[in-house]
Structures are given as C-alpha cells and as structure tokens.
C-alpha cells in the first residue's frame, strides 16, 4: 500500500519554526521526486516546495524563499520541510506529494502531475 504520511505540524509563534517530515511507504523512494503544498482556509491549494530525485534539485516559491529548506534522507524515505522565521499567512494544512521521476527546469512545484499525495498536517502561526 501506497502510503505519505505528514507530520510535524502544530502551534507556533510568529517567527518560530517547525521541522515537517514526509514518511514515504509503499514504492521505491528514490524514483520519485517529492513537493510540499500547503492550503489555507478558503484558499486554493500551492506549492511550497520540491526536491528532485536522484539529482536532489530544490525548488523554492517566492512566498517561503529564504525561509524554508528542504531535504530528503533516502535511508529513511522521509523528506523534511524546515520552516523559519514563520507568518501568520503561512497558516494552512501542509500536504506532500511525489511525482515519478526527476523534476526538470522547475517554475513551479504545482506544474507536475503528482501521483500520490499524503492526508496533510496543520501548521497554525499565531500572531
């Protein structure tokens, strides 16, 4: 079974930080490229940001740039979200997602066809 679990998310102050991990299970992790999105209330779903496979590529949008890093330890089939200097508008429910193969001239984590996605975690900054 085929599985992506989130996790990490919780209640923070604005400018603290949170470390999102995504377990991968049920197909071979280093053939798959993976991508945060997140989703606000009301709002539609974006992306955060992707990582390549095998290359290891990262793929930042403008709205964490700096703020954000992202990392894949493939021993663990586990893919990290560190996230600093938080805003109340990176409030939302964080999702990943994995796409079959390398990501190539990124413009947007959004712009590829995810095969599988995980059920998201909540990640709420207050002000």
């Known amino acids: 079974e085929v599985q992506l679990v989130e996790s990490g998310g919780g209640l923070v102050q604005v400018g603290g930080s949170l470390r999102l991990s995504c377990v991968a299970s049920?197909?071979?992790?280093?053939?798959?490229?993976i991508a945060w999105f997140r989703q606000a209330p009301g709002k539609e779903r974006e992306g955060v940001s992707c990582?390549?496979?095998?290359?290891?590529?990262?793929y930042y949008e403008d709205s964490v740039k700096g703020r954000v890093t992202i990392s894949s330890d493939s021993a663990k089939n586990t893919v990290y979200l560190q996230m600093n200097s938080l805003k109340p508008e990176d409030t939302a429910v964080y999702f990943c997602?994995?796409?079959?193969?390398?990501?190539?001239?990124?413009?947007?984590?959004?712009?590829?066809?995810?095969?599988?996605w995980g059920q998201g975690t909540q990640v709420t900054v207050n002000s």
């Open positions: 049920g197909f071979r992790f280093d053939d798959y490229s």
């Open positions: 997602a994995a796409v079959f193969g390398s990501m190539v001239a990124v413009t947007s984590c959004a712009a590829f066809p995810y095969d599988y």
């Open positions: 990582i390549s496979s095998p290359d290891g590529g990262q």
